[in-house]
Nanobody, 118 residues
């Protein structure tokens, strides 16, 4: 069983920055894809950024160029650096891990609130 624990959320003014952290209970090398999703009230959960254990990254269109996903393989932690924050970035941010074999399994953290004031 994989446990993911997020931290780093909070309240920030528009234009500011935050860094989210997601600590995994296992080596993140054993997890094929690590990702951040977000969900605003009344909306679906959307992909923000993803990184494979090979280092390939993918970003949602709405955060491209502003957010950066990275990993620390020693600390088994995934980060989401968020710059130039906008009020529309306000959401609960969830850490996600996917193991693809022998069968695909998704793991989720409990979520951390990010609120951007205008």
């Amino acid at each position: 069983q994989v446990q993911l624990v997020e931290s780093g959320g909070g309240l920030v003014q528009a234009g500011g920055s935050l860094r989210l952290s997601c600590a995994a209970s296992v080596s993140i090398f054993s997890i094929n894809i690590m990702a951040w999703y977000r969900q605003a009230p009344g909306k679906q959960r959307d992909l923000v950024a993803a990184i494979t254990n090979g280092g390939s990254t993918n970003y949602g269109d709405c955060v491209q160029g502003r957010f950066t996903i990275s990993t620390d393989n020693v600390k088994n932690t995934v980060y989401l650096q968020m710059n130039s924050l906008k009020p529309e970035d306000t959401a609960v941010y969830y850490c996600n891990g996917v193991r693809l074999w022998p069968t695909p399994v998704n793991y989720w953290g409990q979520g951390t609130q990010v609120t951007v004031s205008s």
